[in-house]
């Protein structure tokens, strides 16, 4: 089919690289502009633009697609449909309303469930055991558009959300390849959603990375995985912010207060919660690299130290 791809992350690559494979037109590349990234803050082009330009695709990277040149410009290229994943923009109704089949979406949840930007860390953070992807018919609405494929999967009890995204890219790609060719075929049959099943998976902000201790240890282990690898949960040490990457809910208990460092091995530093503890495995300080808990303690004594305050 003669398509526009509209995408921006390394999630949206993967699915951009399937469609290309299955032999689709793409007729251009919808991206984010490039921003300034890394320490040295310089322009950096997204993902997907960096994969459109390897391959010779034609990109457009607006800042609005509220824009009338823009409209304009995707009206030329008659697309019979547009594939939109985690482009990161508004789409207007001038938009959705170009290509012939419309626009549909790659998202990543089980809609209703977790509509919004971060469906993946909100799937992890909640502890949910069945997540997956949604293909739907995108409308004016954020994620409320009939459903046209589901894909669903079990998350893994122990499972990052890092890694539960990298499976997901990989699901959301095949899923598309298969709606496109059922919507080729005449097959693609859209139904409602069931709003009595929607919530919301709002954007992560830094203040959700922070870990209270007075919470129960699975609730702090869970949160420690949705936000690796971003935006990294943290506890203050000693006036610095120390990422922690990885952690378990640990069998050790304590009376210490919240907080409290009452155990330490090469294994894992086990910390006091409002309800047992956890084992923090991999770290992170400002400026260095992540490291096991083995290496974090040959350099710190942390035993007994309390984990919190101003960071």
Known sequence: MDLVFAGSSDFAVKSLDALVRAGHRVLAILTQPDRPAGRKRRLSATPVKQYALSAGLCVMDPVSLRNPDVVGQLRKLAPEVMVVVDYGLIIPSAVLDVPVHGCINGHASLLPRWRGAAPIERTVLAGDAETGVTIMQMDEGLDTGPILLFRPIRVDPLESAGELRSRLAEICAEALVDALRALEGGRLAARPQDESGACYASKITPREARVDWSRPADEIARQIRAFNPRPGAYTGYQGKRLKILEAAVSSERSDEPPGTVFRVN?????????????????????????????????????????????A
Request: net charge negative; charged share 15%.
């Open 266 to 310: 090469a294994a894992g530093i086990d910390v006091a919660t409002g309800d047992g503890s956890v084992s923090l495995q991999t770290l992170q300080l400002p400026g260095g690299k992540p490291m096991s808990a083995a290496a974090f303690l040959n350099g710190h004594s942390v035993l007994h130290e309390r984990l919190g305050g101003e």
